[in-house]
């Protein structure tokens, strides 16, 4: 120890003292010694302080550096109190020592604020100390696993993000409120708003606040580049949550495109794992979330819980041009998506869809798709509400919730395009199309061009379209049973013939033996009165699932209700009268002729709820 300017309690010198005990007590300590502190103010060493080289080694004590994180020596004497001596005696601010430590939250801002200490946004170091990879690391003056950044203001420069966190601690890059990436028009990629390359266990969390921005980019303004929200590659435990992204790229109505359409996009994930993606608020981008494996395996991914507006495609998970390329464990859910209608142009180039999953090459499965609202007018350039396509071996849509407005997408509200042996489960889904008529579109699609699907299609509620289900020359393996039918043109269609009634459905499809017709008296948000047929009308699929949209639990035994919400009680709605009435022909005989012998008369008949 080191005792100066005072005494021991009781008035025992040092000499005293070091005998008490038997001699247990502070035999190598100093007593009365100045120990030449740099200032009263500053209490690091001076070269000539007896106190350097006078302590005890405990660095099995599990602890290695001193106040200014500088290290203590591994072997041999310590300096006595809190500062090693550097060898300039010059305190904090003298160049030669380490910066102070950073402490656990790191106060970020464009250009710094303040004394630039990282305490606070009015202290805020400037936003290139963010983006200086010496900055990163396990260093008190480095940011490192645990810690969170947070960002301040308006900043105008990409942030790139340098380090990654560790399992349980991860790096997070907080919004503080008003925080905001703000530019005319950010590039891609590395120019990107937010850019990462190879890290891991990273949090952004836009606070429910933050902003990720173009203010000038879109085919009548000013800037008309390729951009990017947020550009993330080669990465394992991401998470981004909380963000508003918005005008990516403005596209006009009925205008050619400015630039490449796939180019603008709020989210570019690409090679990663173990991925969460939630909570986000998206608007005006040509792709909402683009989400790739492109040369690479990955797994695990969640996208939930996003608003998503005025994109060509919301959300797409898809594999790049690698027969290695594959994805698995994805679940996308309990997203409300509006379809991006103002992305209409008239060369019909870009993709209107709300979700869509694309293979050129490689593998996806276990592609799980529920619980989400996808409605809004989608102009006429769309193919489907939930369009699956290619090598996509196993799939899961169920629990969503699709109205139509205005347009009628091309294919269906749901469209299966994939190739192989796969197998298709759509399950308690509420379809509500256009219209009854032939522009009402199709609630389930098959692709004519395709062979090898499996469609399991059970608990649907189809309603107001032009065909329920639609399979163009007969290719699709049918098991579809429990689904209620209402108000459309043609229960079905196989190959050129389509069934209007929901018997001539069954007998040519071999399924929906116990499916019914008649109005499900949905509510205006589209869940099901006590007195709906839908109730207690469908199939217990507790093996594949056990909650309804809204996270009610489906029964573990007994029927299931049909559609996307399970009955949870609130009294009944009286729907409007049903038709029971059959189809009727009548035949008007011709006047003025004379007929001799019989006559065979043949008529046909068809009624779009299917009775018979």
């Not at 590395?190 to 902003?211: F, R």
């Not at 991401?238 to 403005?250: D, H, Q, S, V």
């Not at 299966?416 to 399950?427: E, L, M």
């Not at 395709?450 to 020359?473: E, F």
Request: charged residues 10%; aromatic residues 8%.
């Amino acid at each position: 120890a080191f005792l100066s300017g005072g005494s021991l309690a009781d008035s025992y010198p040092l000499a005293q003292w070091k005998s008490y005990g038997g001699g247990a007590y502070d035999q190598h300590s100093l007593y009365t010694l100045d120990p030449k502190f740099v200032s009263a103010s500053d209490f690091h060493l001076q070269a000539s302080s007896p106190a350097i080289n006078a302590g005890a080694n405990l660095s099995s004590s599990g602890f290695s550096i001193d106040k200014d994180a500088a290290s203590r020596p591994s072997s041999g004497a310590w300096d006595i109190g809190a500062y090693e001596y550097s060898g300039s005696g010059g305190g904090s601010s003298d160049p030669t020592l380490p910066p102070s430590p950073l402490g656990s939250n790191i106060y970020i801002s464009q250009s710094g604020a303040g004394s630039a200490d990282a305490s606070s946004c009015s202290n805020a170091k400037p936003v290139s100390f963010f983006d200086t990879a010496a900055n990163w690391g396990s260093g008190a003056s480095q940011i490192g696993p645990g810690e969170t950044v947070h960002l301040c203001g308006t900043i105008s420069s990409t942030h790139a993000v340098q380090g990654s966190g560790t399992s349980g601690n991860p790096i997070t890059i907080l919004f503080e409120p008003g925080a905001k990436l703000s530019k005319a028009a950010w590039g891609i990629d590395s120019a990107s708003a937010i850019y990462s390359s190879g890290k891991s266990n990273i949090v952004i969390d836009g606070n429910g606040t933050g902003i990720i921005e173009n203010t000038a980019n879109g085919d009548q303004l000013s800037s008309k580049q390729a951009s990017y929200g947020i550009y993330v590659t080669g990465c394992s435990a991401y998470e981004i949550k909380g963000l508003t992204i918005r005008n990516i790229f403005i596209h006009t109505y009925s205008t050619n495109n400015a630039v490449s359409p796939y180019s603008t996009r709020a989210m570019h994930i690409e090679n990663c794992s173990n991925l969460q993606i939630h909570g986000n608020a998206i608007t005006h981008a040509y792709i909402g979330i683009y989400d790739i494996a492109n040369g690479s395996a990955i797994s695990n991914h969640s996208i939930y819980g996003n608003t998503i507006s005025n994109a060509s495609t919301a959300i797409i998970p898809a594999l790049g041009g690698s027969a290695s390329d594959s994805m698995t464990n994805v679940n996308i859910y309990n997203n409300d998506i509006t379809m991006g209608g103002n992305w209409f142009e008239a060369p019909d180039e870009n993709h209107i869809d709300g979700i869509h999953s694309w293979t050129s090459s490689g593998s996806m499965s276990n592609l799980r798709i529920y619980g989400n609202y996808i409605h809004g007018d989608p102009s006429t350039n769309s193919t489907g509400y939930i369009y699956l396509t290619d090598n996509l071996s196993t799939s899961y849509v169920y629990d969503n919730v699709l109205v139509g407005s205005g347009n009628h997408p091309a294919e269906g509200y749901i469209n299966y395009n994939v190739s192989g042996t796969a197998n298709a489960y759509i399950f308690n889904n509420t379809i509500v199309g256009v219209a009854n008529s032939n522009t009402g579109g199709n609630a389930i699609a098959f692709d004519p061009s395709r062979t090898g699907t499996t469609a399991h299609v059970k608990n649907n509620i189809i309603s107001n379209c032009a065909v329920g289900i639609y399979d163009d020359v007969a290719k699709t393996v049918w098991d579809s049973d429990n689904n209620l039918f209402y108000n459309c043109v043609s229960v079905g269609r196989i190959g050129s013939s389509y069934k209007a009634a929901l018997a001539d459905w069954k007998a040519s499809s071999g399924g929906d033996a116990h499916s019914v017709t008649g109005n499900p008296g949905l509510t205006s948000i589209y869940v099901l009165p006590s007195n709906s047929p839908a109730v207690n009308a469908g199939a217990n699929l507790s093996s594949y699932f056990t909650a309804d949209k809204d996270g009610n639990p489906r029964p573990s035994s007994g029927a299931w209700d049909i559609g996307a919400y399970e009955y949870t009680g609130g009294g009944s709605v009286t729907p409007p009268a049903s038709d029971t009435t059959a189809p009727a022909v009548s035949i008007t005989a011709p006047t003025g002729g004379t007929i001799s012998g019989s006559v065979s008369l043949a008529a046909s008949a068809s009624d779009n709820v299917g009775v018979v």
